[in-house]
C-alpha cells in the first residue's frame, strides 16, 4: 500500500509541475487543439442549445462570452504575477462568468439544465460500470484485484467529484489536476494486474477507439 501511495503521490507531482510550464493551457505539447476541453464544452453548448434559449438570451450570452475572452485575454498578457495570482484570478472570473451565465436562465431552464446534469452523470457512470464489468471478464480478475480496483475507482471518483465541485480554481487548473488523478489511478492500476492483462488492457482500448472512430 505504501508503494502504490508514494506512486501516486509522485505522478501527482510531476503533473502539478508540468502544469506550470504555461499559462495557456488550452493547446498541448505540439501546439495542437486540447481534445478534452473542446469534447467538453461542446458538451455543455449542447445543453444550452436544449434550452431553447430566446434571442435576448443569446445575445447576452455572446455579450458575456465576448467580454469574459477579453477579460482573459488582458489577464494572459499580465507578466508581473505569479503563477498562483494567475490562477487566482482566472478562478474568480470563471466563478463570474458562470454567475451571469446562470443569473440569464429562468426557473425552469435552471431545472432543466441540472436534470440534463444529473442525465449525463448517470450515462457516464453506467458506461463506466459496462467498462467495468468487461474488464474483469475479459482479463479474468481475481477476486483480490476486483477488490483492489473497485477501490481505487471508487477513490479516483471521489476525488474528481471534488475537483469538480471546488470553485475556487480555474478551469485550466482543474483540468490539469484531474489529469494527474486519472494519471495516478492509471499508475495504481498496473500495479494490480498482471502484465499479461495490461497488454489485454491496451488491446481493448484500441478496439474502443476503433470503434468511435468508425462512429464518427
Known amino acids: 500500500m505504501k508503494k502504490i501511495l508514494s506512486v501516486v503521490a509522485m505522478a501527482i507531482m510531476v503533473a502539478s509541475a508540468s502544469a506550470q510550464i ?16 473542446e469534447k467538453k464544452h461542446h458538451g455543455k453548448h449542447e445543453m444550452f442549445k436544449a434550452l431553447n434559449l430566446t434571442d435576448v438570451q443569446k445575445k447576452e450570452m455572446k455579450a458575456n462570452r465576448e467580454a469574459y475572452r477579453n477579460k ?18 482566472k478562478a474568480a472570473l470563471d466563478k463570474e462568468q458562470k454567475e451571469k451565465m446562470q443569473a440569464l436562465l429562468t426557473p425552469e431552464q435552471k431545472n432543466q439544465l441540472a436534470d440534463m446534469k444529473l442525465k449525463r452523470e448517470k450515462e457516464m457512470k453506467e458506461r463506466a460500470d459496462r467498462r467495468f464489468e468487461e474488464m474483469k471478464t475479459k482479463l479474468a480478475l481475481s477476486e483480490d484485484q476486483v477488490i483492489k480496483l473497485k477501490a481505487q475507482r471508487q477513490e479516483t471518483e471521489e476525488k474528481l467529484k471534488a475537483l469538480r465541485e471546488n470553485e475556487t480554481m480555474a478551469r485550466e487548473e482543474k483540468h490539469q489536476q484531474m489529469k494527474a488523478i486519472k494519471d495516478a489511478a492509471q499508475t495504481q492500476r498496473k500495479l494490480v494486474l498482471t502484465a499479461d492483462q495490461l497488454k489485454k488492457l491496451e488491446e481493448m482500448k484500441a478496439m474502443h477507439k476503433q470503434k468511435r472512430e468508425a462512429v464518427k
Open 22 to 37: 504555461s499559462r495557456d493551457h488550452q493547446p498541448n505539447k505540439e501546439g495542437q487543439p486540447n481534445h478534452h476541453l
Open 72 to 89: 482573459i485575454a488582458a489577464l494572459k498578457s499580465n507578466q508581473d504575477m505569479t503563477l498562483r495570482e494567475f490562477n487566482a484570478k
